[in-house]
């Protein structure tokens, strides 16, 4: 009998190391068990690429017209969702010469998913960025930046790569909560080829939002120039 319980008690205790250790796999910026994984551009040259998850809302306007006024093309990573209710502004992207990025239909954690979930979430919104007008290349951004097997090895089948970022300002509450540090925080940390990830589409993160042009204006007082993730790193 004790024999089976420190047995039970070993199962239990490596079942929750394994679950650990898949949950840091799924969060990794650096590995991935299949295809290519980016999260910054291999340059010397100093450009960098903006990019914006989520959308497209009510904010999209705002972001373009700021854009527009620097004389910057981004990446919107977006969700089919939102572009069935929202298509005619993911259409004003493209007619603004950006770059439209796929970020799954519904948003959800693509780990543990089946196979056919994973293709339904990524080709439905392939075509929604297709009936948007986009013709590029459609690269792909994992929601929270969540990725396993499933989701890579889906890629790797299909010769896509997955798009995370090396910078992203709002992961520290007390640097998101603050446009002027945001802009700081990517200043100090930007380097030639990186990938900087804002959220700028919903009211929750109009800091965010009031960053963009200050941030815009520092990188090129710093000698940046600004790409598409496609431009950049393909």
Partial sequence: MKKIVIY???????????????LKLSSSRDFQFFGG???????AEKVVA???????????DEILTILKEEGVKATFFVTGREIEKNMED???????GHELGNHSYSHERMVLKT??????????TDELIRKAGYEGIIQFRPPYGKKLIGLP??????????????????TYPEVASNSTKIVKHVSENIQP??????????????????????LIKDLKEKGYTFKTVSEMVE
Avoid: C, Q
């Fill in 50 to 60: 903006l990019t914006f998850d989520d959308g497209p809302t009510d904010n999209t």
């Fill in 115 to 124: 196979p056919s979930y994973i293709k339904s979430e990524i080709e439905r």
């Fill in 90 to 96: 993911a259409k004003e992207i493209v007619a603004e």
């Fill in 153 to 170: 090895y889906y890629f790797d089948k299909h010769d896509r790569k997955t798009i995370l970022w090396n910078i992203e300002p709002e």
């Fill in 37 to 43: 994984l980016v999260t910054s551009a291999d340059t």
């Fill in 8 to 22: 039970g008690s070993f199962t239990i205790i490596l079942l929750f190391a394994l679950a650990y250790s898949g």
């Fill in 193 to 214: 080829g990186s990938i900087i990830l804002l959220h700028v589409m919903y009211e929750s993160r109009k800091e965010s939002m009031k960053s963009v042009k200050g």
